[in-house]
């Protein structure tokens, strides 16, 4: 891999990722390099999503990578419940390893930590500093002030096999 790119994107989560399949493709003759410390892309993470959320062209980006599909959710409190209809969907991590990783190739460098970025260059820690248009630097919020890092909401979702005896068909 050369030392000057195009794009650099640090961190190879959902941000990085997404990123990344994006600009590949909207610029196919553009360079892109995507650095992850780890060994895989999403870490062990499940995102959700509303399909009515977003917009038809970036429901066609995350199709490939969807694990699962609700078309309708119930939402239950101790003393309310409402069912909310319309697509809801689930991406896990292996999925959108998967997929970021099939479309970007050996763009994707694993293992790989950085030690000093700027908006031009990214050093790595053996100490070799790639050359790049635009570095972006998708390695999350962990350094920002704690109320900008507290909104966030959690799911929890089973999924059932039931065999055919059960009343549930």
Not at 12 to 30: M, V, Y
Not at 64 to 73: A, G, V
Not at 86 to 107: C, N, P, Q, T, Y
Not at 159 to 169: C, R, W
């Amino acid at each position: 891999m050369s030392n000057s790119t195009d794009l650099v994107i640090v961190g190879g989560g959902l941000a990085g990722g997404l990123t990344a399949l994006i600009f590949k493709a909207q610029n196919p003759d553009r360079k892109i390099t995507l650095i992850e410390q780890s060994n895989r892309l999403g870490g062990t993470h499940t995102w959700t999503f509303f399909e009515a959320d977003i917009s038809p062209e970036a429901l066609e980006i995350l199709k490939p990578m969807i694990s699962k599909t609700w078309t309708e959710t119930t939402v239950r409190f101790p003393r309310l419940e409402r069912n909310l209809e319309g697509a809801f969907h689930m991406i896990r991590s292996e999925d959108f390893h998967r997929v970021v990783s099939e479309e970007l190739g050996k763009a994707v460098r694993f293992q790989t930590a950085v030690t000093k970025l700027s908006d031009d260059s990214v050093t790595l820690e053996k100490g070799k500093t790639i050359e790049a248009t635009c570095v972006f630097d998708a390695r999350g919020l962990d350094d920002l002030p704690s109320p900008l890092t507290n909104g966030f909401q959690k799911y929890i979702g089973y999924d059932f096999v039931l065999d055919d005896s059960t009343p549930h068909g």
